[in-house]
């Protein structure tokens, strides 16, 4: 094949993709004098994405298979808008072969590796036949073409338990199961399979053994058309839950020199077996002692930003020049090593609700500025809206230092800085897993975040006395900032009144507890909080998010955002919900039950656990929804019988809808 027509200078480029990593394409193709073009679905009408590009082309309804996964609809929308290349991002189609030949049979540059090169390395399977032929060393595993249960079966127990069923197509912990009986593994691999399927269009499985407490690393690497191959180093990434990357970090901080050297080599060795061409990560695992190669990944990495921070490279620029049929800016030894980076990836989700994902709109979105070593690759503003057909990620916050230690400070505080409201958030977990002790020592393993689970999806802490201060302080500071635009306001001056001291009282709870008073004083004379015994003099500074707070001589600052009667607040202590009840009463709730068997979100039912009129035991698993790309069972709220299934499998529910009726047993 013609190689001028695989990699050359183009003007126009349309990135394949959403959220964060289409508006960080976006932003360095446009700081390489690029015309950019946007694709999106109904859903994503108003996205950030699409307001950062120079065009944008509607693809089709939310679902993804009809809108980013609908390779002719994108091939269109470039001849439409003249773009004479196609960046994939990651997710979606980025490994997918029959996309990037598409793209070459329409004339498009695909900013990536061949079909061929993906067909290589991006089957975990076939990927794994290579590297064994390489010499490349290998986790021990069964990657054959037989996909029977008989087959798969044996080659488990041939391997020995624990062992991993993993999707050959996947990548995201979706299409994975880890199996420690043979009793376990029937119900793993149909449940692996039925994801699999749904993510990736793909249900063929491969076996590896499982390594006990593994560690992750992967290595970055990028080839150019003219046979240049370099690593940019390694990355930790053992953090996860459920397979899932949490906080990535380069260096690896497991690593010493000698070692940094051997995995990079392998990874280039492994890279080297095909040729390969743009960006692209070779993952290991390591038992503390040896590393194996367990996949390759044919695209960019989410967590390549801390590589960036790290070389002082743009990696899209680099795949970009690539594509371009430029040589690597770079030779292997000319690439430095500067420093630690440390990533977290925020998501819309609920880590004290067993990470439920969220939806809705964003009220507030204020985060720090990105400055004194932080970065933040964003795909969301305040205003938006957070659906639940797409991956669940908001951001990736990511600092830099000259030290592992420093680095983690920097992030935490960012974190700590970060408020984000009208969704749930996992940056509280966030910022709880970075100063665990045993994640400061690196002390861990992949099994980590779910051993410690109960400590880092702990409820939030009960409001103190800051914490009622700054809640009346909140509501004080609103009604003074309202009264601004008012001429002759007596709320324009704090604690105005005609004439005397008077008493204000103010009632708070947290959910359905117990109210917690507080009364104010005010008027003539300095104003004053009283709670109990305690009488404390403040006053309140207005600024950008909240106020500062000055307490019996001690001022703090507080962010404050106020939603009709609800409150949140954060503090030194930490992050705060509160309710103002009504001082009026009219108070008028609703309480929904826990024992309702209801769908969490929009999803759609992908199996039925359980048959009408089955005893139950509380928590078997009575029907199982896709949400959001990952797949959540519905189980049994308490002992009972089955009395009514309300849906079949392929049904898509709404938000909220009963699914099932289970009777209860009365014990």
Known sequence: MDRSMLYRRFHTLLIANRGEIAARVIRTARAMGLRT?????????????????????????????????????????????????????????????????ACLD???????????????????????????????????????????????????????????????????????????SAAELGSAIVSAKREAKAAFGDDTMLIEKYVDNPRHIEVQIIGDSHGNLVSLFERECTLQRRHQKVI?????????????????????????????????????????????????????????????????IDLVEWQLRVAFGEALPLKQDEIRLNGHAVEARVYAENPTKNFMPSVGKISTWRLPAETGGLRIDAGY??????????????????????????????LNRGLQESDVRGIVTNIPFL?????????????????????????????????????????????????????????????????????????????????????????????????????GERELAFTVAPKDGGFDLTLDGVKSQVAAVIDGHELYLRTRNGRFDLHWVDPFGGESEEHVGEDKIAAPLPGTVVAVLAEEGAKLEKGAPILTLEVMKMEQTLRAPYAGVLKSIKCKVGDIVQEGVELAVVEPSGE
């Open 37 to 101: 073009v946007a694709v999106y679905s109904e859903a994503d009408r108003d996205a950030m994405h699409v307001a950062l590009a120079d065009e944008a082309v509607l693809l089709g309804p939310a679902r993804a298979r009809d809108s980013y996964l609908n390779v002719e609809r994108l091939i269109e929308a470039a001849r439409k808008t003249g773009a004479e290349a196609v960046h994939p991002g990651y997710g979606f189609l980025s490994e997918n072969a029959e996309f990037a030949r």
């Open 106 to 180: 329409a004339g498009l540059v695909f900013v990536g590796p061949t079909a061929g090169m993906m067909t290589a390395m991006g089957s975990k399977s076939g990927s794994k036949a290579l590297m064994e032929k390489a010499g490349v060393p290998l986790v021990p595993g069964y990657h054959g073409e037989a996909q029977d249960e008989a087959t798969l079966a044996k080659a488990a127990d041939k391997i020995g338990f624990p062992i991993l069923v993993k999707a050959s197509a996947g990548g995201g912990g979706r299409g994975m199961r880890i199996v420690r």
């Open 248 to 312: 990535e970090e380069a260096p690896s901080p497991t690593l010493n020199a000698a070692q940094r050297e051997t995995v990079c080599a392998a990874a280039r060795k492994a890279a080297g077996a095909v040729n390969y061409v743009g960006a692209g990560t070779i993952e290991f695992v390591s038992d503390g002692k040896d590393v194996f190669f367990i996949e390759m990944n044919t695209r960019l990495q989410v967590e390549h930003p801390v590589t960036e921070l790290i070389t002082g």
């Open 381 to 410: 503003r305040e205003r938006d809206s957070v659906s639940p057909y797409y991956d669940a990620m908001l951001a990736k916050m990511i600092a830099w230092a000259p030290t592992r230690d420093v680095a983690i400070e920097r």
């Open 431 to 531: 910022s709880a897993l970075m100063t665990h002790p045993k994640v400061r020592t690196n002390a861990i393993d992949t099994g980590f975040i779910e051993r410690e689970l109960a400590v880092l999806a702990s409820a939030p802490p009960a409001p103190g006395e800051l914490e009622l201060c700054a809640a009346v302080a909140a509501i004080v500071n609103d009604e003074r900032q309202a009264a601004q635009g008012e001429a002759n306001s007596p709320w324009q001056t704090f604690g105005w009144m005609p004439v005397g001291r008077r008493q204000r009282s103010f009632a708070f709870r947290v959910g359905h507890g117990p109210e917690q008073k507080i009364t104010m004083n005010y008027g003539s004379g300095p104003s004053t909080l009283v709670i």
